[in-house]
Protein backbone atom coordinates (compact mmCIF):
# COMPACT_ATOMS: atom_id res chain seq x y z
CA UNK A 1 0.00 0.00 0.00
CA UNK A 2 0.71 3.40 -0.69
CA UNK A 3 3.09 5.18 2.33
CA UNK A 4 1.10 8.40 3.47
CA UNK A 5 1.82 11.74 5.33
CA UNK A 6 0.63 11.63 9.23
CA UNK A 7 1.07 14.96 11.83
CA UNK A 8 0.30 14.16 15.10
CA UNK A 9 -0.90 16.65 16.88
CA UNK A 10 -1.23 15.94 21.13
CA UNK A 11 0.19 16.05 23.87
CA UNK A 12 4.12 17.41 23.83
CA UNK A 13 5.53 15.40 26.57
CA UNK A 14 3.66 11.98 26.36
CA UNK A 15 5.81 9.38 25.49
CA UNK A 16 2.83 7.81 23.81
CA UNK A 17 3.29 10.23 20.78
CA UNK A 18 6.79 8.76 20.48
CA UNK A 19 6.34 5.47 20.32
CA UNK A 20 3.35 6.08 17.54
CA UNK A 21 5.76 8.18 15.91
CA UNK A 22 8.18 6.02 15.64
CA UNK A 23 6.04 2.82 14.85
CA UNK A 24 4.58 4.53 11.73
CA UNK A 25 8.02 5.72 10.18
CA UNK A 26 9.36 1.90 10.46
CA UNK A 27 6.67 1.04 8.73
CA UNK A 28 7.38 3.25 5.53
CA UNK A 29 4.89 6.29 6.58
CA UNK A 30 5.82 9.44 7.02
CA UNK A 31 5.04 11.02 10.78
CA UNK A 32 5.04 14.36 11.98
CA UNK A 33 4.86 15.88 15.13
CA UNK A 34 3.53 19.38 15.90
CA UNK A 35 4.76 21.59 18.49
CA UNK A 36 6.31 18.44 20.43
CA UNK A 37 10.31 19.28 20.65
CA UNK A 38 11.04 16.90 23.34
CA UNK A 39 9.00 13.76 21.88
CA UNK A 40 10.37 14.05 18.48
CA UNK A 41 13.65 13.84 20.25
CA UNK A 42 13.05 11.06 21.88
CA UNK A 43 11.33 8.99 18.93
CA UNK A 44 15.21 9.33 17.72
CA UNK A 45 16.61 8.63 21.03
CA UNK A 46 14.65 6.22 22.50
CA UNK A 47 12.45 4.40 19.30
CA UNK A 48 15.38 5.19 16.63
CA UNK A 49 13.41 7.16 14.29
CA UNK A 50 14.30 10.44 12.99
CA UNK A 51 11.18 12.08 12.73
CA UNK A 52 10.18 15.40 11.73
CA UNK A 53 8.50 18.38 13.53
CA UNK A 54 6.29 21.32 13.03
CA UNK A 55 6.96 24.38 15.22
CA UNK A 56 3.25 26.61 14.83
CA UNK A 57 4.14 29.94 16.02
CA UNK A 58 1.13 31.93 17.91
CA UNK A 59 -0.21 34.50 15.56
CA UNK A 60 -2.49 37.53 15.59
CA UNK A 61 -5.19 37.64 14.53
CA UNK A 62 -5.95 34.09 14.16
CA UNK A 63 -6.65 34.22 10.42
CA UNK A 64 -2.89 34.86 10.19
CA UNK A 65 -2.32 31.69 11.75
CA UNK A 66 -4.48 29.53 10.16
CA UNK A 67 -2.87 30.90 6.74
CA UNK A 68 0.57 30.13 8.09
CA UNK A 69 -0.40 26.11 8.61
CA UNK A 70 -2.44 25.71 5.88
CA UNK A 71 1.00 26.92 3.75
CA UNK A 72 3.10 24.85 5.78
CA UNK A 73 0.65 21.52 5.59
CA UNK A 74 0.06 21.77 1.93
CA UNK A 75 3.96 21.81 1.65
CA UNK A 76 4.54 19.14 3.76
CA UNK A 77 1.97 17.22 2.14
CA UNK A 78 -0.10 16.40 5.27
CA UNK A 79 -2.83 13.97 4.81
CA UNK A 80 -4.31 12.93 7.64
CA UNK A 81 -4.21 14.20 11.20
CA UNK A 82 -4.20 12.37 14.30
CA UNK A 83 -5.25 13.87 17.31
CA UNK A 84 -4.31 12.68 21.00
CA UNK A 85 -5.02 14.23 24.07
CA UNK A 86 -7.87 16.83 22.80
CA UNK A 87 -8.82 20.43 23.11
CA UNK A 88 -10.98 23.02 21.53
CA UNK A 89 -7.49 24.66 19.54
CA UNK A 90 -7.16 21.87 17.16
CA UNK A 91 -10.67 22.66 15.58
CA UNK A 92 -8.50 24.17 13.28
CA UNK A 93 -8.48 21.56 11.29
CA UNK A 94 -11.68 21.96 10.79
CA UNK A 95 -10.93 25.27 9.49
CA UNK A 96 -8.52 23.97 7.08
CA UNK A 97 -11.05 21.16 5.59
CA UNK A 98 -8.18 18.58 6.79
CA UNK A 99 -9.10 15.36 7.38
CA UNK A 100 -8.42 13.84 10.98
CA UNK A 101 -8.99 10.96 13.82
CA UNK A 102 -9.59 12.03 17.34
CA UNK A 103 -8.18 9.62 20.17
CA UNK A 104 -10.08 11.16 23.36
CA UNK A 105 -8.16 10.62 26.70
CA UNK A 106 -9.41 10.38 30.07
CA UNK A 107 -8.57 13.89 30.82
CA UNK A 108 -10.21 15.64 27.85
CA UNK A 109 -13.60 14.26 28.16
CA UNK A 110 -13.39 13.68 32.22
CA UNK A 111 -15.81 15.98 34.31
CA UNK A 112 -15.08 14.08 37.92
CA UNK A 113 -11.43 15.89 37.89
CA UNK A 114 -11.28 17.89 35.00
CA UNK A 115 -14.21 20.89 35.18
CA UNK A 116 -14.69 22.50 32.38
CA UNK A 117 -17.13 25.84 31.45
CA UNK A 118 -19.94 25.31 29.01
CA UNK A 119 -17.86 27.14 26.26
CA UNK A 120 -15.18 24.07 26.70
CA UNK A 121 -17.61 21.14 26.05
CA UNK A 122 -19.64 23.37 23.09
CA UNK A 123 -16.47 23.55 21.44
CA UNK A 124 -15.43 19.71 22.16
CA UNK A 125 -18.24 18.65 20.73
CA UNK A 126 -17.69 20.58 17.14
CA UNK A 127 -14.08 19.10 17.66
CA UNK A 128 -16.13 15.46 17.54
CA UNK A 129 -18.50 16.13 15.18
CA UNK A 130 -15.46 16.79 12.46
CA UNK A 131 -13.28 14.19 13.21
CA UNK A 132 -13.72 10.90 10.71
CA UNK A 133 -13.40 8.59 13.43
CA UNK A 134 -12.79 9.02 17.30
CA UNK A 135 -10.56 6.42 19.11
CA UNK A 136 -9.99 5.58 22.76
CA UNK A 137 -9.27 3.20 25.15
CA UNK A 138 -12.68 2.39 26.86
CA UNK A 139 -16.21 1.92 26.39
CA UNK A 140 -17.16 4.94 28.86
CA UNK A 141 -15.36 7.33 26.57
CA UNK A 142 -16.71 6.29 23.69
CA UNK A 143 -20.12 6.70 25.12
CA UNK A 144 -19.16 10.02 26.41
CA UNK A 145 -17.83 11.32 22.73
CA UNK A 146 -20.63 10.05 21.06
CA UNK A 147 -23.13 11.98 23.78
CA UNK A 148 -21.43 15.13 22.92
CA UNK A 149 -21.21 14.95 19.39
CA UNK A 150 -25.37 14.25 19.11
CA UNK A 151 -27.46 13.97 16.72
CA UNK A 152 -24.61 13.35 14.74
CA UNK A 153 -23.32 9.83 14.51
CA UNK A 154 -19.57 9.04 15.01
CA UNK A 155 -17.85 6.45 13.91
CA UNK A 156 -15.88 5.18 16.77
CA UNK A 157 -13.71 2.36 17.80
CA UNK A 158 -11.79 0.83 21.11
CA UNK A 159 -8.18 0.87 20.43
CA UNK A 160 -5.71 0.22 23.40
CA UNK A 161 -2.43 1.61 23.93
CA UNK A 162 -1.01 -1.69 23.30
CA UNK A 163 2.22 -3.23 24.48
CA UNK A 164 5.32 -4.22 23.13
CA UNK A 165 5.38 -7.47 25.00
CA UNK A 166 9.37 -8.08 23.45
CA UNK A 167 10.39 -5.34 25.26
CA UNK A 168 8.05 -5.62 28.43
CA UNK A 169 9.54 -9.10 29.15
CA UNK A 170 10.32 -9.70 32.64
CA UNK A 171 12.60 -12.87 32.04
CA UNK A 172 14.79 -10.22 30.45
CA UNK A 173 14.96 -7.86 32.73
CA UNK A 174 17.00 -8.69 35.73
CA UNK A 175 19.61 -6.69 35.26
CA UNK A 176 17.66 -3.75 34.91
CA UNK A 177 15.45 -4.88 38.16
CA UNK A 178 18.93 -4.95 40.27
CA UNK A 179 20.22 -1.59 39.02
CA UNK A 180 16.53 0.26 39.62
CA UNK A 181 16.61 -1.21 42.86
CA UNK A 182 20.23 -0.70 43.71
CA UNK A 183 19.17 3.22 42.29
CA UNK A 184 16.37 3.64 45.13
CA UNK A 185 18.06 2.17 47.89
CA UNK A 186 15.52 -0.93 48.15
CA UNK A 187 16.78 -4.29 49.62
CA UNK A 188 16.97 -7.28 47.58
CA UNK A 189 14.04 -8.87 49.13
CA UNK A 190 11.67 -5.73 49.96
CA UNK A 191 7.89 -6.41 49.05
CA UNK A 192 7.99 -3.41 46.43
CA UNK A 193 4.50 -1.63 46.15
CA UNK A 194 4.53 0.29 42.85
CA UNK A 195 2.67 4.10 42.38
CA UNK A 196 3.03 3.87 38.32
CA UNK A 197 0.64 6.79 37.16
CA UNK A 198 1.62 10.31 37.33
CA UNK A 199 2.33 11.61 41.20
CA UNK A 200 -0.68 14.64 40.72
CA UNK A 201 -3.87 15.29 42.65
CA UNK A 202 -6.28 13.72 40.22
CA UNK A 203 -4.27 10.29 40.40
CA UNK A 204 -4.50 10.86 44.34
CA UNK A 205 -1.26 9.59 45.39
CA UNK A 206 -2.60 10.20 48.92
CA UNK A 207 -4.76 7.26 48.94
CA UNK A 208 -2.20 4.80 48.16
CA UNK A 209 0.28 6.41 50.71
CA UNK A 210 -2.67 5.84 53.13
CA UNK A 211 -3.00 2.26 52.08
CA UNK A 212 0.28 1.41 51.85
CA UNK A 213 0.80 2.56 55.36
CA UNK A 214 -2.04 0.85 56.80
CA UNK A 215 -1.01 -2.76 55.63
CA UNK A 216 0.20 -5.67 57.93
CA UNK A 217 3.72 -4.58 57.27
CA UNK A 218 7.04 -6.31 58.10
CA UNK A 219 10.14 -4.89 58.27
CA UNK A 220 10.63 -4.65 54.34
CA UNK A 221 7.96 -3.09 52.30
CA UNK A 222 9.15 0.16 50.20
CA UNK A 223 6.49 2.45 48.29
CA UNK A 224 7.79 3.57 44.97
CA UNK A 225 6.35 6.53 42.87
CA UNK A 226 6.88 7.65 39.35
CA UNK A 227 7.94 10.77 38.22
CA UNK A 228 7.01 12.01 35.03
CA UNK A 229 8.48 15.20 34.73
CA UNK A 230 5.48 17.55 35.23
CA UNK A 231 5.68 20.74 36.23
CA UNK A 232 2.95 20.04 39.84
CA UNK A 233 5.27 16.83 40.79
CA UNK A 234 7.63 18.48 43.38
CA UNK A 235 4.65 20.05 44.95
CA UNK A 236 3.10 17.29 45.02
CA UNK A 237 6.30 14.68 46.41
CA UNK A 238 6.40 17.27 49.56
CA UNK A 239 2.75 16.52 50.24
CA UNK A 240 3.07 12.84 50.27
CA UNK A 241 6.39 13.07 51.85
CA UNK A 242 5.17 15.21 55.13
CA UNK A 243 1.64 12.93 55.71
CA UNK A 244 4.21 9.95 55.37
CA UNK A 245 5.69 11.54 58.24
CA UNK A 246 2.59 11.49 60.10
CA UNK A 247 2.09 8.02 59.04
CA UNK A 248 5.04 6.90 60.05
CA UNK A 249 6.36 5.48 57.23
CA UNK A 250 8.25 8.73 55.35
CA UNK A 251 11.43 5.74 55.31
CA UNK A 252 9.64 3.78 52.99
CA UNK A 253 9.31 6.20 50.29
CA UNK A 254 10.78 6.38 47.55
CA UNK A 255 10.47 8.64 44.47
CA UNK A 256 11.47 7.14 40.83
CA UNK A 257 12.78 9.86 38.60
CA UNK A 258 11.59 10.75 34.76
CA UNK A 259 12.98 7.79 32.82
CA UNK A 260 13.71 6.80 29.26
CA UNK A 261 11.23 4.96 27.97
CA UNK A 262 13.62 1.83 27.17
CA UNK A 263 14.68 1.84 31.10
CA UNK A 264 10.66 2.16 32.04
CA UNK A 265 10.25 -2.10 31.75
CA UNK A 266 13.24 -2.21 34.45
CA UNK A 267 11.47 0.02 36.82
CA UNK A 268 8.56 -1.57 36.68
CA UNK A 269 9.48 -5.67 37.18
CA UNK A 270 11.18 -4.44 39.94
CA UNK A 271 7.67 -4.20 41.96
CA UNK A 272 5.51 -6.49 43.32
CA UNK A 273 2.26 -4.99 42.86
CA UNK A 274 1.54 -1.53 41.42
CA UNK A 275 -1.67 0.56 42.23
CA UNK A 276 -3.49 2.85 40.51
CA UNK A 277 -5.79 5.02 42.70
CA UNK A 278 -7.99 7.26 39.88
CA UNK A 279 -11.41 8.35 40.16
CA UNK A 280 -12.06 8.54 36.72
CA UNK A 281 -9.71 7.03 33.79
CA UNK A 282 -9.07 5.55 30.68
CA UNK A 283 -7.19 2.40 30.35
CA UNK A 284 -3.47 3.78 30.69
CA UNK A 285 -0.78 2.01 28.35
CA UNK A 286 0.59 1.55 31.99
CA UNK A 287 -1.55 -1.39 32.69
CA UNK A 288 -1.22 -3.63 29.76
CA UNK A 289 2.88 -2.70 30.33
CA UNK A 290 2.19 -4.49 34.01
CA UNK A 291 0.30 -7.09 33.17
CA UNK A 292 2.97 -7.98 30.23
CA UNK A 293 5.62 -8.03 32.93
CA UNK A 294 3.21 -10.21 35.18
CA UNK A 295 2.90 -7.37 37.74
CA UNK A 296 -0.41 -7.56 39.77
CA UNK A 297 -2.27 -4.99 39.33
CA UNK A 298 -4.33 -3.33 42.53
CA UNK A 299 -6.84 -0.76 40.58
CA UNK A 300 -10.36 1.32 41.48
CA UNK A 301 -12.93 -0.58 40.34
CA UNK A 302 -14.43 1.74 37.14
CA UNK A 303 -16.68 0.60 34.41
CA UNK A 304 -13.42 1.69 32.30
CA UNK A 305 -10.98 -0.89 33.63
CA UNK A 306 -13.85 -4.01 33.01
CA UNK A 307 -12.61 -4.50 29.30
CA UNK A 308 -8.78 -4.61 30.55
CA UNK A 309 -9.61 -6.42 34.50
CA UNK A 310 -12.33 -8.77 34.08
CA UNK A 311 -12.36 -12.42 35.18
CA UNK A 312 -9.67 -12.19 38.20
CA UNK A 313 -6.71 -9.86 36.02
CA UNK A 314 -6.37 -7.40 38.91
CA UNK A 315 -7.84 -6.96 42.45
CA UNK A 316 -10.07 -4.05 42.84
CA UNK A 317 -11.72 -1.73 45.12
CA UNK A 318 -13.94 0.82 45.75
CA UNK A 319 -11.77 4.46 44.88
CA UNK A 320 -13.10 6.53 48.10
CA UNK A 321 -12.66 3.08 50.37
CA UNK A 322 -8.60 2.73 52.15
CA UNK A 323 -10.07 -0.23 53.64
CA UNK A 324 -10.79 -1.86 50.76
CA UNK A 325 -7.42 -0.95 49.26
CA UNK A 326 -5.08 -1.89 52.19
CA UNK A 327 -7.03 -5.11 52.11
CA UNK A 328 -5.59 -5.58 48.68
CA UNK A 329 -2.56 -5.03 49.69
CA UNK A 330 -2.61 -7.08 52.50
CA UNK A 331 -3.80 -10.53 50.38
CA UNK A 332 -1.36 -10.11 47.72
CA UNK A 333 1.51 -9.99 50.36
CA UNK A 334 0.40 -12.97 52.19
CA UNK A 335 -0.49 -14.81 49.19
CA UNK A 336 2.13 -15.75 46.56
CA UNK A 337 -0.03 -17.94 44.89
CA UNK A 338 -2.91 -15.65 44.94
CA UNK A 339 -0.19 -12.68 42.79
CA UNK A 340 0.77 -15.73 40.56
CA UNK A 341 -2.81 -16.33 39.32
CA UNK A 342 -3.48 -12.69 38.90
CA UNK A 343 -0.19 -12.03 36.83
CA UNK A 344 -0.33 -15.54 35.16
CA UNK A 345 -4.35 -14.07 34.01
CA UNK A 346 -3.30 -10.16 33.18
CA UNK A 347 -0.78 -11.66 31.31
CA UNK A 348 -2.89 -13.90 29.14
CA UNK A 349 -5.13 -11.75 27.95
CA UNK A 350 -2.48 -8.82 27.31
CA UNK A 351 -0.62 -11.31 24.76
CA UNK A 352 -3.79 -11.94 23.34
CA UNK A 353 -5.45 -8.87 22.84
CA UNK A 354 -3.19 -6.04 23.71
CA UNK A 355 -0.45 -6.41 20.72
CA UNK A 356 1.06 -2.93 20.12
CA UNK A 357 1.27 -3.71 16.62
CA UNK A 358 -2.50 -4.00 16.39
CA UNK A 359 -2.73 -1.05 17.91
CA UNK A 360 -0.99 0.76 15.63
CA UNK A 361 -3.00 -1.82 12.37
CA UNK A 362 -6.44 -0.29 14.11
CA UNK A 363 -5.25 3.86 13.69
CA UNK A 364 -3.51 3.06 10.16
CA UNK A 365 -6.35 1.49 8.83
CA UNK A 366 -8.51 4.70 9.72
CA UNK A 367 -5.90 7.09 8.70
CA UNK A 368 -6.94 5.34 5.15
CA UNK A 369 -10.41 5.43 5.56
CA UNK A 370 -9.96 9.40 6.35
CA UNK A 371 -7.89 10.20 3.55
CA UNK A 372 -10.27 8.28 1.26
Known amino acids: MQPMTILLDGDPKAPHQARLAGALQRRGHRAILMNAPEVADRARVE ?7 LEVPRLWPPF ?15 QVVH ?6 GQLIWQRLHLPYVATAWGSDLNETDFPRSDAYWERM ?10 TSDSTPLLERARSLAA ?7 LILWGVDCGRFDATRLARDVTFWRSQLGIAEHAFVVLSPRQTLPHCHPERILRGFAAMRRGPDEVLVYTQHGRAAEPAMQKQLLEEAAQLGVADRLRFA ?3 PYADLPGLYAAADVAVSALEADGVASTFPELMALQVPIVASNLAAYQVIFADRRALLFEPRDPTELTAALDRLRADPALRADVARNAHRWVLQHA ?3 RSVDAWVALYRQAIG
Do not use: I, M, Y
Open 47 to 53: FGQEVEH
Open 83 to 88: LNNLHP
Open 125 to 134: AKLLRGSAAV
Open 257 to 259: PPC
Open 151 to 157: PNTLQTE
Open 355 to 357: DWE
Open 64 to 78: LNDAWVRRRVKRLGV
